[in-house]
């Protein structure tokens, strides 16, 4: 059985323009392939709502069954990531976002302000996580245990 395609795009207009290194997309791409998803390197767009919207459709019709966002999930006026999320999931789970905004706030209080969003669109699970590495660490054990699960569902799976 092959593995399942994993995706991860990074979220960010210095990233994309090369005036700061993605820190935090090669540590989602190592835990979904530590978890044996197919994952290839995390592509890089500016924010913006149509940027991730158009870039997480590219990512479900090449046949991705989870992707993680990274960055855009704060207050500025270029975070836009949830916006561009919402024009493509079908379905909101609205407690994997609230169960990584409680854990990142073990760690820090600002993750509170993450306004990052999940939900399924076909058989693709989608899930926002903010930019900085550590919140990217600290959410994706979680993203990975509820992912399998998540993606038995959408394909019709006993609970």
Do not use: K, W
Not at 19 to 38: F, I, M, N, S
Request: one cysteine or more; aromatic letters at 2%; hydrophobic letters at 40%.
């Amino acid at each position: 059985m092959t593995a399942p395609a994993a995706a991860v795009v990074t979220v960010s207009d210095r990233s994309y323009r090369g005036v700061r290194a993605d820190t935090a997309g090669p540590v989602a791409v190592a835990a979904l392939r530590d978890a044996g998803y197919r994952c290839d390197d995390a592509s890089l767009i500016p924010d913006g709502t149509e940027a991730v919207a158009s870039e997480l459709r590219r990512l479900v019709e090449a046949g991705a069954r989870v992707i993680v966002t990274c960055g855009g999930t704060g207050v500025s006026p270029r975070d836009l990531t949830p916006e561009g999320t919402a024009r493509v999931i079908e379905r909101e789970i609205p407690g994997v976002a609230e169960r990584l905004r409680a854990d990142g706030a073990a760690h820090t209080p600002l993750a509170a302000l993450s306004r990052g969003r999940a939900g399924v669109t076909g058989g693709t699970f989608i899930v926002n996580l903010p930019g900085s590495p550590r919140a990217v660490a600290s959410g994706m054990p979680f993203v990975v245990d509820v992912a399998s699960h998540i993606l038995s569902q959408v394909e019709g799976g006993d609970h």
